[in-house]
T-cell receptor
């Protein structure tokens, strides 16, 4: 099993550019989520989804869009990148009723906005 | 999920035992206590979970007093490779409550 795959691993954007961070899982997990982690800080929840066609906002959703057309994929879109979005982004997945130990995280995407 | 409070950072030396305490005064009857570990440039990974008393696995021990309002993660004889951020989470199902919220965690720095 590949688990949770995030692409790309590194990305540099100019202010105002758009891009999509990809997240795919092959475990048939209903629940998927996106976090950002700034230097020296914990993870903050951006958006999450409990199944295909269902998404909701987390703690810091502004500037990001998501969609969930399939169970496997949960892309995160930055429509107009800003330097404040420079961060490491993690995708996580689990079964919907998974206990707290059941979360699988990707290896992250390091994004720099200049 | 119940709110948790942990120290921001801790320092230790190789070979020492490290204890990281987490406060969770509003823990609910059905809540479990779960700890995740995050190495630099990696996503968090599960290390241990418990409900009451003591739980031990090959990596750590988790001590939970009778009132369950706090818990202590114990790492025996730490090495340099244990340098990481440790997160304490309290709840039953993250997905069912729709939001798995991480706090700032505890940065453990192990020195030679």
């Amino acid at each position: 099993n590949a688990g949770v795959t995030q692409t790309p691993k590194f990305q540099v954007l100019k202010t105002g550019q758009s891009m999509t961070l990809q997240c795919a899982q092959d475990m048939n997990h209903e629940y998927m989520s996106w976090y950002r982690q700034d230097p020296g800080m914990g993870l903050r929840l951006i958006h999450y989804s409990v199944g295909a066609g269902i998404t909701d906002q987390g703690e810091v959703p502004n500037g990001y869009n998501v969609s969930r057309s399939t169970t496997e994929d949960f892309p995160l879109r930055l429509l107009s990148a800003a330097p404040s979005q420079t961060s490491v982004y993690f995708c996580a997945s689990s079964r919907l009723t998974e206990p707290l130990y059941g979360y699988t995280f990707g290896s992250g995407t390091r994004l720099t906005v200049v | 999920l119940a709110k948790t409070t942990q120290p921001i950072s801790m320092d230790s030396y190789e070979g020492q035992e490290v204890n990281i305490t987490c406060s969770h005064n509003n823990i609910a009857t059905n809540d479990y206590i779960t700890w995740y570990q995050q190495f630099p440039s990696q996503g968090p990974r599960f290390i241990i979970q418990g409900y009451k008393t003591k739980v031990t696995n090959e990596v750590a021990s988790l001590f939970i007093p009778a009132d369950r309002k706090s818990s202590t993660l114990s790492l025996p004889r730490v090495s340099l490779s244990d340098t990481a951020v440790y997160y304490c989470l309290v709840g039953d199902y993250g997905g069912a409550t729709n939001k798995l919220i991480f706090g700032t965690g505890t940065l453990l720095a192990v020195q030679p």
